[in-house]
């Protein structure tokens, strides 16, 4: 890119790609046959490091949010991760070369802000049907046990906030982080949106669906690993007050992310954590 940062962009055999970067190890892009961007980026993000990029998928480790004593959402995405030259063999091997692996070791700066030595590996293929597909993997290489929340930060394209709904989620218990990190209980329906949502839903099925009216399509998130889910969008108010974000941007995404938030993830040494996300998307009638 325009900072010398990697790129990869991985293509299938039909002509569907994805752009993963170095920065961040964030997939900024990810396109049907047709060319058809299905990921949101602001036309206002900065890619220059350590600011992550305002859109695609960045990856919130080892902490979510602002609950901890990270910087929000951790430093995974400011990093700048490397190619993994060898990869253990993953159960899924790789079919052909849409397929990437990327590694992020601390270095010793980052051991004096969150002392744990780590592995995280990431996979990122795109599989011959246009799924997009993620998996990471992180070791605790031979340190204390350490706990960790996770996401994969995903901003869907939709073509009109008020024109969505999500399926998947009805009568989940979520926290709802405009109070308080309160604990509500969904009710029966699948969401809708008409004002800034900014909630995670706990212990949730594999599978949620965002359907978009007007493109007549709907995502399709299938996750292992990650049993809650969080929904983003910061509507107008919000926008405004977020630089990398255009103000009527918001009427264009929705941040629905696989996450392990509600109970932290522990790892004793030389334990390693999964967690796999499988996006595409259908046609919906
Ligand atoms: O999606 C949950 C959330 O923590 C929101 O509160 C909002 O801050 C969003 O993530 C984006 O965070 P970022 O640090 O990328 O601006």
């Known amino acids: 890119d325009k900072n010398g940062i990697e790129q990869v962009i991985l293509r299938n055999v039909r002509g569907a790609s994805a752009t993963v970067s170095m920065h961040g190890g964030q997939v900024l892009s990810w396109k049907t046959e047709r060319g058809e961007e299905l990921l949101f980026t602001s036309t206002k993000a900065i890619y220059t490091p350590p600011k992550p990029v305002r859109g695609g998928i960045p990856i919130c480790f080892p902490q979510f949010g602002n609950r901890g004593t990270l910087e929000q959402h951790g430093f995974a ?24 692996d990327l590694l992020l070791k601390p270095s010793e700066d980052d051991m004096k802000i969150w002392p744990h030595s780590f592995e995280f590996r990431l996979r990122v293929r795109l599989a011959a049907d246009g799924h997009l597909i ?5 070791r605790n ?27 998947g989620l009805e009568t989940l218990d979520y926290l709802d982080n405009l109070y308080q990190k309160e604990r509500f209980t969904e009710q029966g329906d699948a969401l809708t949106f008409e004002s800034e949502v900014d909630r995670v839903y706990l212990d949730s099925s594999d599978m949620v669906a965002v359907l ?29 007050s977020i630089v990398d974000f255009g103000d ?5 995404m929705l941040c629905v992310d696989g996450a392990a938030v509600g109970k932290p993830i522990t790892l004793k040494p030389g334990e390693e954590w999964t967690g796999r996300l499988e996006l595409s998307v259908v046609p919906s009638t």
């Open 77 to 100: 995405r400011n990093k700048i991760w490397v190619i993994d030259q060898n990869p253990p063999p993953l159960s899924t091997d790789p079919n052909g070369k849409a397929c990437i």
């Open 134 to 138: 993620l998996i990471s993997r992180i």
């Open 141 to 167: 290489v031979n340190g204390k046990p350490f706990s960790f929340s996770f996401a994969f930060h995903t901003y869907f394209s939709i073509s009109d906030i008020s024109e969505v709904r999500l399926e």
């Open 212 to 240: 978009d009216h007007e493109k007549k399509r709907t995502f399709v998130i299938r996750k292992e690993g990650l049993p809650d889910v969080v929904v983003w969008n910061p509507w107008e108010k919000k926008s405004k």
């Open 248 to 252: 009527e941007e918001y009427k264009q």
